[in-house]
């Protein structure tokens, strides 16, 4: 019986349009599965109508070395088209909303099923990025026409550097063997991880504000709560804010963290990170998801953004024990301290 890369492969080759989406706010992960296994299809199917669409990201444009970074379609390309989402748990968060509108449609992703969506799904929990995916589907089935090129192999690239934390999670030995096959192709890696670690002398500046003004609580949970207006204050430009949420694993008593971050609308967009309890149920509570350890949500009020601080310190207290922090925390937004 035919595999389920064989079987996606199969479907890939009777199409002449294939579109290919990823999630919205896309972290390099997503870019690089995308535009990856857009390379990949281009050089091996010439022939074939390949698009990659979605909103650009400009703090993200340096991953593509092309003019045009997403492809701008009308709504007719959709018609006769094989549609593929990668690294995208839930169908609500997928860039474009037209992806119905294709004839079939295929999920590839490395986050739990949540949402078994798609005709077709190459589903790897756990696996360290979906980018990992993308080059082992290349590499079972270059027998059977894929290629592989330099410009694919340094978006895969890419997207696993993003996804492990620059190789600090979610490692083991099948990432360390495809990252080692992709340098088999030629490609400035020093590049990609200066675009990758550095950041602008504003953005220094938040980092510096966010360690400063950090709430670590005794359980071990730190978080922070930017306000539009802060972040305004910062300038950022199209940096975004993704660069501070590693910041607070830096502290070593700290054992989950999030960032809040105000939206336009008022409500906060929650970033939630672990090195010890799971906190994507957390997560899902929250209109959110993601990783057992690094998942995203949504606090559509302060008091949601109390609740969540609340069930993440009360669940690193009955897995570690430490007392008195749910009163504290009252104490603190009643001041307005956070
Ligand atoms: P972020 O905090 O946005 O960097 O996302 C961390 C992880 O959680 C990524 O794998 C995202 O794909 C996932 N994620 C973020 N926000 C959501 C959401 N609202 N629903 C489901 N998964 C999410």
Redesign the pocket.
């Given at each position: 019986m035919a595999t389920i890369e064989e079987q996606l492969l199969q479907q890939i080759k009777r199409y002449d349009t294939i579109i290919i989406h990823r999630?919205q706010?896309p972290?390099p992960d997503a870019f690089g599965s995308q535009l990856g296994l857009k390379a990949v299809l281009q050089a091996s199917f010439p022939e074939k109508h390949i698009y990659a669409v979605g909103k650009e990201v400009p703090g993200l444009s340096w991953m593509n070395e092309d003019d045009t970074f997403m492809d701008d379609i009308p709504d007719k390309t959709y018609k006769n088209a094989l549609i593929i989402m990668v690294d995208t748990?839930?169908s609500p968060?997928i860039d474009d909303q037209r992806w119905p509108n294709g004839l079939e449609t295929i999920k590839i992703d490395h986050?739990p099923n949540d949402e078994p969506y798609g005709d077709w799904q190459w589903i790897k929990p756990g696996h360290s990025a979906t980018s990992t995916m993308i080059y082992e589907f290349y590499e079972t089935l270059k027998d059977q026409g894929l290629i592989m090129t330099d410009k694919a192999a340094r978006l895969l690239y890419i997207g696993i550097v993003g996804d492990t934390g620059r190789f600090m999670y979610g490692m083991d030995k099948e990432t360390f063997r495809v990252v080692s096959e992709l340098f088999n192709y030629k490609f400035n890696y020093e590049a990609v991880h200066h675009n990758m670690e550095t950041i602008t002398e504003n953005a220094a500046k938040l980092s510096g504000y966010v360690l400063q003004n950090l709430n670590i609580l005794p359980s071990g949970f730190a978080f922070v709560v930017l306000t539009k207006a802060l972040v305004k204050q910062f300038d950022l430009r199209e940096s975004g804010t993704?660069f501070v949420?590693p910041l607070p694993s830096k502290i070593d008593k700290v054992k989950a963290w999030a960032i809040f971050e105000e939206q336009d609308e008022g409500n906060y967009r929650v970033?939630l990170r672990s090195r010890t309890i799971v906190i994507n149920k957390i997560a899902n509570q929250f209109?959110?998801?993601?990783?057992p350890m690094?998942?995203?949500?949504?606090a559509q009020t302060g008091q949601d953004v109390e609740r969540l601080i609340k069930m993440v310190d009360s669940a690193l207290i009955k897995q570690y024990g430490t007392e008195g922090t749910a009163q504290e925390i009252t104490e603190k937004i009643e001041s307005r301290e956070i």
């Open positions: 999630h706010r972290d748990a839930n968060r986050h993704a949420v970033r209109e959110g998801g993601g990783h690094a998942s995203g949500a949504w």
